[in-house]
T-cell receptor
Framework: AQSVAQPEDQVNVAEGNPLTVKCTYS??????LFWYVQYPNRGLQFLLK??????LVKGSYGFEAEFNKSQTSFHLKKPSALVSDSALYFC?????????????FGTGTRLKVLA | DTAVSQTPKYLVTQMGNDKSIKCEQN?????MYWYKQDSKKFLKIMFS???????INETVPNRFSPKSPDKAHLNLHINSLELGDSAVYFC????????????FGPGTRLTVT
């Protein structure tokens, strides 16, 4: 069965500092991995995805994520955090080979960027 | 220009009532989803349709019934509402079912009293 874990409920970082939001996954086949962001009272917005190819994926708003197959991780990163990055971040996974169409979402990590 | 829209945005109703939430997407996608987000922000898939065919039907009470009249619409009907149904319901759509990102609607906040 596929699963995804976001081990931190909340991450605090000072504005201008680098940020990392962690995600680990478990699938039996090849993973399709996604990051989404949710601002208060809004729907989720797609940030970036990894399907195949380069392990470093670049996405919207200066975010990037690194796929690490040996550690089964897909951590979200940004070199310099902005106060406006404060939001709820979700990692999602789908097993690319199982034939299931289901995307599993992590429990979310609240990012707080302090001015 | 709204890509995925949902109506209503807020729904307050009493236990035992029947209600519907509507979703429409103008992205030309062929796959649509319903998710439930609870008060702790956990997001769980409920249903998915691909080309009007049901492809995901999670373990939800059969009081919940989705209906897809065409590829651009996916509605959710809920019978005999219970307190535990209170949540935010999100509709989403994607192009195909394989490795594509989903586009989410703004959500419908359902409160059952």
């Amino acid at each position: 069965a596929q699963s995804v874990a976001q081990p931190e409920d909340q991450v605090n970082v000072a504005e201008g500092n680098p940020l990392t939001v962690k995600c680990t996954y478990s699938v039996s086949g090849n993973p399709y991995l996604f990051w989404y962001v949710q601002y208060p009272n809004r729907g989720l917005q797609f940030l970036l995805k990894y399907i195949t190819g380069d392990n470093l994926v670049k996405g919207s708003y200066g975010f990037e994520a690194e796929f690490n197959k040996s550690q089964t991780s897909f951590h979200l990163k940004k070199p310099s955090a902005l106060v406006s990055d404060s939001a709820l971040y979700f990692c999602a996974v789908r097993d690319g080979q199982s034939g299931t169409y289901k995307y599993i979402f992590g429990t979310g990590t609240r990012l707080k960027v302090l001015a | 220009d709204t890509a995925v829209s949902q109506t209503p945005k807020y729904l307050v109703t009493q236990m035992g009532n029947d209600k519907s939430i509507k979703c429409e997407q103008n992205l030309g996608h062929d796959t649509m989803y319903w998710y439930k987000q609870d008060s702790k922000k956990f997001l769980k898939i409920m249903f998915s349709y691909n080309n009007k065919e049901l492809i995901i039907n999670e373990t939800v009470p059969n009081r919940f019934s989705p209906k897809s009249p065409d590829k651009a619409h996916l509605n959710l009907h809920i019978n005999s509402l219970e307190l535990g149904d209170s949540a935010v319901y999100f509709c989403a759509s994607s192009h195909g079912t394989s490795g594509t990102e989903q586009y989410f609607g703004p959500g419908t906040r359902l409160t059952v009293t």
